[in-house]
């Protein structure tokens, strides 16, 4: 196997045993971008020379007998829209072009610290709005199973450059499923963490009370690690949750005798692929012959998690984005006065989507409509939550598809929004009820993968790991990988 197919913990090793050194390692990869970069187009920015002067001072540290992180000298990459201190961060938009943060988002001290070596920021949909990556305002991204189709979004940049080799992991950012839908397209794992174990703060925002950072992964175990290594209270994050941080590496056993999961039936209906449907069934077949006990189960109020969500993210939105006006940093196109020049620059700043989702979020909250719109919605979360509430009583974990379709061809929904909204039918309501919850490769249908969600209840990533582990020590999906 190439050095850049390793899973990050294989590279790590190899760094701790001194097989390899870690400006060798991120020359590897930086070659590897070189190779492919052209085809898959998985990032924004890239950061050669940083990268070689944090592996060089990795290395040093490593001959001077220091203790170093466990992720000290593997090579990662960064959704762009985490901030980054003396590094640019777009979010894939004309609005943010040319804005460098004067510090680091807490994920990103965290893996500072850890010692991985940041190779660059990847590309995404516009502030994290859309399921394709072809929302970006720069270019889109390919998938690399196949170059003609999307890597699923807002993540894409992210999984597509774990996926093709150009980094052993990568963050993204969470707010409906965009980093396990674009796993599920890429062939990746990603994982949703519960909302608040994974601090925000240094994340550009999109819609606050459902967002969340989570990583990109080869493989289970190296998303245990990454999960370890960015988890914590942050106090200047207010919704932080100031509990401990499990070891998340010691629940990576092969073991799910007994455990108990459940098949929602709405996640299995109208919509559904039916190649995708088949392979996830055969995966839940898997997991009954590995020991667990697996039946179908309801979660009857499912149908309104889409609906709902479309009112509460871009409600959010339109609040969040309000601070770009021109006025403070970022773009701005000159007016003949202060109305005229917010006009301008937000007309010109910002993407057809985000100025589809900024309308929609403003009329939702806009009097006389705030009742019968944005609080129902409300409700309606209030709703899915006591649903998910409900079948943990009953279930240890929930089993459902990632993505109702495999990865579509680039340019197919580009004109059809609600087709594409669809993409995120069977994640959204995990956001809307803050639930952690994982995607991995459980097969392919049409040649290209198809991902297993596993859903458990808040801050119950042990048990997601658990699950996972088994399933993929026992399938070996995750040694699969495409030829670009």
């Known amino acids: 196997m190439e050095l850049f197919y390793l899973s990050a913990h294989e590279a790590a090793r190899l760094l701790q045993n001194k097989e390899i050194s870690a400006v060798e390692l991120t020359r590897e990869i930086l070659k590897r971008i070189e190779q492919v970069e052209d085809k898959v187009k998985a990032f924004v920015t890239l950061t050669p020379e940083k990268a070689l002067e944090q592996a060089k001072a990795v290395d040093e540290a490593r001959a ?42 807490f994920v990103v001290r965290k893996l500072r610290e850890a010692g991985a070596i940041l190779v660059g920021k990847c590309n995404m949909d516009e502030f994290a709005m859309g399921s394709s990556t072809e929302n970006s305002r720069f270019f889109p991204t390919r998938n690399p199973w196949d170059l003609d189709r999307v890597p699923g979004g807002s993540s894409g940049g992210s999984a597509a450059a774990v996926a093709a080799g150009e980094a052993f992991f990568a963050l993204g950012s969470d707010t409906g499923g965009s980093i396990r839908q674009p796993a599920s397209f890429c062939g990746v794992v990603g994982l949703k963490p519960t909302y608040g174990r994974v601090s925000r703060y240094g ?11 989570g990583p990109l992964t080869r493989d289970v175990t190296d998303c245990a690690l990454v999960l370890q290594a960015i988890a914590g209270h942050d106090p200047l994050d207010s919704t932080s949750a100031d509990l401990p ?3 998340y590496l010691a629940a990576l056993r092969q073991d799910i005798k007994g455990l108990k999961i459940g098949v929602p039936k709405e996640y299995f209906g109208p919509g559904m ?25 309801s979660l009857p109020h499912t149908e309104y998690a889409l609906p709902a969500y479309y009112l509460v993210a871009p409600a959010e939105a339109s609040s969040n984005l309000a601070r770009y006006d021109g006025v403070a940093y970022g773009f701005r196109l000159p007016g003949k006065d202060v109305v005229d020049m917010y006009m301008k620059t937000r007309r010109e700043g910002f993407g057809a989507e985000v100025k589809r989702r900024i309308m929609l979020g403003t009329y939702a909250l806009s009097a006389g409509y705030y009742d019968a719109y944005y609080l129902k919605a409300l409700k309606v979360r209030t709703l899915i939550r006591r649903d998910f509430d409900q079948a943990f009583e009953k279930y240890d974990v929930l089993v459902t598809p990632t993505s109702p379709t495999v990865a579509f061809r680039l340019g197919e929904r580009v004109g059809d929004p609600l087709a594409m909204y669809m993409s995120d039918l069977c994640t959204i309501p995990v956001n809307m009820a803050g639930l952690p919850a994982i995607s991995i490769p459980c097969g392919f249908a049409q040649g290209l993968p198809v991902g297993l969600q596993i859903i458990a209840k808040p801050f119950a990533e042990e048990i997601l790991f658990r699950v996972a582990y088994t399933f993929e020590q026992a399938t070996g999906n995750f040694r699969r990988w495409p030829e670009i």
């Open 245 to 247: 941080v499990p070891d």
């Open 203 to 213: 994340l550009v925002a999109f819609a606050s009370s459902l967002d969340q950072i």
């Open 64 to 105: 001077r007998g220091e203790n170093l992180g466990p992720l000290a000298g593997v090579p990662m990459a960064l959704k762009d829209n985490l901030c980054t201190e003396g590094i640019r961060t777009t979010c894939s938009s004309k609005m943010l072009e040319n804005w460098i943060p004067p510090y680091d988002a």
């Open 273 to 297: 692929d039916r190649e995708v449907v088949s392979v996830v069934r055969q995966a839940i077949d898997r997991l009954s012959d590995l020991g667990a006990f697996c039946e179908e189960t």
